[in-house]
Every structure is written in structure tokens, then in C-alpha cells.
């Protein structure tokens, strides 16, 4: 009998990477995914997570067997509890945004990590990603609004606007408290939350950076899939609450950009449903 398992994949293994193919047919439970550790880059293409019980690391979880879990043994070079693997494969606690889930994931002992470069954000994909010159920008909460960016001296930096796009299985949620209320996130779940692509390079990338609090960790950068105009693009950069709260309604300052920022843009039935989700969760009525 095939028993169901968890594993939790954070490099080759992810979507639209390498080995992905190897998890074709296995069911994905969660794409923001994380767990404790720390990640290097082995510089031959992959990267490898070490235990750390204060740092993150970012990831994907998916429902296997038995058999599928051989395969990726034998990828990983793992051949046993106490032998002399590549990868030694323990059981660790992921956070979901459905919860938490026991998951295996594939680890190297701290020795092996000798002069290995970290990853930022405990994320193979933005490594992957974050270095190239231009990209696509997914918004969905104030960064819609070129009234924001006016005032901020930026707008040129978000001129080339590439359409309407949808995030698939997300939904937008205030769960960011600031000192006047929430902020909007993205949380997993079905639905679709659309948005504004625009095109953007690494200048943009900074004021953006500053913008979302990285560096204070508020928000961090992930790539997700994106669909504008009937078309896939695969890794298109927006931004997630790290430390997600139970919601708090947004200030009126901040769902009027949001607001301003979808009209006109996004679908009238996804417009309607920010004000309905608004009223209905927060008694607002915009």
C-alpha cells in the first residue's frame, strides 16, 4: 500500500525549476511554504538548507508515496539513516498559510556548509531571480496607485504598465497591522486576485525594498505565477507579509489607493468584490 507523505521542496525540486517534473503528478498542499533553516548555495546549481531554529527557509509542500519518496532518495543521494549521504532527510514542522504539517525535507549537516554562500530571504527562486535587470511586478494592494507614486517622486519608475494580471488559489487579506490599521497580503486560498503588472529594473526594485519594509522584514519578495491576457508567465516578483496577523481593517487613506488603483484596471467583478469583502468583513462601505 502506497502511504501518503508530505515533503517539503525548497530548490530543483519547486515549480518551474529543474526537477520539478519529478512532482508532475503530486499534489500540492501549499506554494508559500516555510520551515526552520537556513540556505546556501552549493554552486552546482541547487541549494541546501541547514537546521536553524531562529532563521526561514521558503518552499513548497506536496503530497506523495512511498514510492515517488525512493525517487527522490536516490536523487538527493540519500541512502539511509547514519550513512554517508549528500542529504540526510529529516521530519520538520511547515507553516501553511491551511496550518501547520509534518513534512519531510532534505538537509545538510552544518560541516558541509563550510565556505557556502547564504541565500537572502531563505528563497531559491529569488536568488534564482532578483539579480536579473528587468522583471515583471505583480501589485495588488497600493502599488496599483500612480497617485502614490506622484507623491512620491517615482512614477516614472512605474510607467511601462503591462496589463491586468491574475494570481490563481490567492486572496487578498489585511494582514499587516501598522499603527492606523491593516495592510493588504496575499494569503492562500481559492480564488483569484488580480492585479497591475508593471515592468521594472533594479532602481524600481530598491524604492520598492524600502517601500514594502524588507529590510525590516514586513514584507518579503517571492515569485509567483501570474496570467495576463490568457498568457503564463512563470516568475513575475511581489511581496508577502512575513509575520501574518488576524486581520485588521485598513485605513481609509490605504483602501482608497487600493481602490483608485484597481478601478478601471482590473475586472468589474474582482472590483466589486475588494468593496463587498471590505463591508463585509470590516463593515467599511467605500
Known sequence: MNQSIHVFVYGTLRQHESNHHFLNKAKCMARQAWTNGV???TGQGYPAMVLNKERRVYGEVYEINSLLLK????????????RDNLYDRVVQKIHTDFGLVDAHVYVFKPDQITDLEEIPFGDWRCHLHLTQEDFLYFAYG??????????????????????????????????????????????????????KVYQINQKTLKYLFRREGVKDQIYRPAFIEVV????????ALTFFVIDKEE?????????????????????????????????????IKP
Not at 485605513?251 to 483608485?260: A, F, G, N, Q
Open 71 to 82: 525517487k527522490l532518495d536516490e536523487l538527493e543521494d540519500y541512502e539511509g539513516e547514519g
Open 142 to 195: 497600493s502599488c496599483m496607485d500612480d497617485e502614490r507614486f506622484e507623491q512620491a517622486g517615482v512614477k516614472q519608475e512605474f510607467s511601462k504598465v503591462i496589463g491586468c494580471g491574475m494570481a490563481k488559489n490567492y486572496k487578498v487579506a489585511y494582514t499587516c497591522k501598522s499603527h492606523d490599521g491593516g495592510r493588504a497580503d496575499m494569503v492562500e486560498s481559492e480564488g483569484i486576485v488580480e492585479g
Open 39 to 41: 540556505l546556501y548555495d
Open 228 to 235: 495576463i491576457d490568457g498568457i503564463q508567465y512563470d516568475n
Open 247 to 283: 486581520e485588521v481593517a485598513p485605513p481609509e487613506h490605504y483602501y482608497t489607493e487600493i481602490l483608485r488603483g484597481a478601478k478601471g484596471l482590473v475586472s468589474d467583478a474582482y472590483f466589486h468584490k475588494l468593496n463587498d469583502d471590505l463591508a463585509k468583513n470590516f463593515g
